[in-house]
């Protein structure tokens, strides 16, 4: 069965801190992993990860995925309170005839993490 | 350009009642999926449409039921609510739902079943 996990579940950590939050997968047909933010409702997105594009950067916040070892990594450098949030990571399915699942994302259960001023 | 809107917000319904919920996607975006997001199981797939055609179901009992219109709205109803409903549901949009795209989402429609 096609799984994703993440961890930690939760992280404290203060301003200004480094935090790595860890996403691995178990998929048949990979194709991409996705990293969303969530704050108040809406998930918002981060980055889409391939097999062509295994690093992205966006100011503090960078990704990496080792599709050897089947996992992604979301780094957030120098952490300040508006990082609070869950941040989901995801991956689309596709079926097993090599089809695209239109439309599925499997989330993983999501890290929630608290920035302390 | 608007995103994606949900209405309603909040929603408060008793057991045995049923609710239809209403996502309206970005303009130009024809796939619209629906997830329910609960503190036990996290974000849930329930189904996707795209051109008012369902084309993907995750494992929800048949309560559990969507549509899509002309304009590519979407609406889902569960109907006999179970406290286990409560929840907030989430949809999202994309352009033609394909896994290269990205999915955007709603606010969410947090409904409670008393």
């Known amino acids: 069965e096609d799984k994703v996990v993440q961890s930690p579940l939760s992280l404290v950590v203060h301003e200004g801190d480094t935090v790595t939050l860890n996403c691995s997968y178990e998929?048949?047909?990979?194709?991409?992993l996705l990293w969303y933010k969530q704050e108040k409702k809406a998930p918002t997105f981060l980055f889409m990860l391939?097999?062509?594009?295994i690093e992205k950067k966006s100011g503090r916040l960078s990704s990496i995925l080792d599709k050897k070892e089947l996992f992604s990594i979301l780094n957030i450098t120098a952490t300040q309170t508006g990082d609070s949030a869950i941040y989901l990571c995801?991956?689309?399915?596709?079926?097993?005839?090599?089809?695209?699942?239109?439309?599925?994302?499997?989330f993983g259960q999501g890290t929630i993490l608290t920035v302390h001023p | 350009k608007a995103g994606v809107t949900q209405t309603p917000r909040y929603l408060i319904k008793t057991r045995g009642q049923q609710v239809t919920l209403s996502c309206s996607p970005i303009?130009?975006?024809?796939?619209v999926s629906w997830y329910q997001q609960t503190p036990g199981q996290g974000l849930q797939f329930l189904f996707e449409?795209?051109?008012?055609?369902?084309?993907n179901k995750g494992n929800f009992p048949g309560r559990f039921s969507g549509r899509q219109f002309s304009n590519s709205r979407s609406e889902m109803n569960v109907s006999t609510l179970e406290l286990g409903d409560s929840a907030l549901y989430l949809c999202?949009?994309?352009?033609?739902?394909?896994?290269?795209?990205?999915?955007?989402f709603g606010p969410g429609t947090r409904l409670l079943v008393l």
């Open positions: 999202a949009s994309s352009f033609t739902g394909g896994w290269g795209e990205t999915q955007y």
């Open positions: 303009s130009g975006h024809r796939s």
């Open positions: 998929v048949t047909n990979f194709r991409s």
């Open positions: 995801a991956v689309p399915l596709l079926t097993n005839a090599g089809g695209t699942s239109y439309g599925k994302l499997t």
């Open positions: 449409y795209f051109s008012e055609t369902q084309r």
């Open positions: 391939t097999s062509s594009g």
